[in-house]
C-alpha cells in the first residue's frame, strides 16, 4: 500500500513550464511502475507518461519531446517536468504507482492560459 500527493500545479502562460511533484509515503525503490495521468473537463482521464523502476519511459504523442517523467528513489518521488505547455494541456493532473493494485494520488490543477 502506497499513498501518494501531487504538487507543483498552477497557472502559467502558454509557453511556459511547470514541474509537479509525486511524494510517496514509502520507498519507491520497488514499485515497478508509476505514471502520470490527466483530465481534462468533460474528458475522459488519459495516460500522459510513464516509467518502470530501471528508468524505462514512455510517453503519449501528444507529450512526446515536451514532458519529462523521472523519479528519485533517494526522496520517494516522481516528476512530471512538462515544457512548452499548450492551452490543451490545461487537467488535473494525476500520479499512480502500481503495486499488486494501483494507487492514486488526489491530483493537481494545471491551467494553461494567457
Known amino acids: 500500500q502506497v499513498q501518494l500527493v501531487e504538487s507543483g500545479g498552477g497557472l502559467v502562460q502558454p509557453g511556459g513550464s511547470l514541474r509537479l511533484s509525486c511524494a510517496a509515503s514509502r520507498n519507491i525503490f520497488s514499485i515497478n511502475l508509476m505514471g502520470w495521468y490527466r483530465q481534462a473537463p468533460g474528458k475522459q482521464r488519459e495516460f500522459v507518461a510513464r516509467?518502470?523502476?530501471?528508468?524505462?519511459?514512455n510517453y503519449a504523442d501528444s507529450v512526446k519531446v515536451r514532458f519529462t517523467i523521472s523519479r528519485d528513489n533517494a526522496k520517494n518521488t516522481m516528476y512530471l517536468q512538462m515544457n512548452s505547455l499548450k492551452p490543451e494541456d490545461t487537467a488535473v493532473y494525476y500520479c499512480?504507482?502500481?503495486?499488486?493494485?494501483?494507487?492514486w494520488g488526489q491530483g493537481t490543477q494545471v491551467t494553461v492560459s494567457s
Open positions: 499512480n504507482a502500481v503495486l499488486g493494485g494501483i494507487a
Open positions: 516509467i518502470t523502476s530501471a528508468g524505462v519511459t
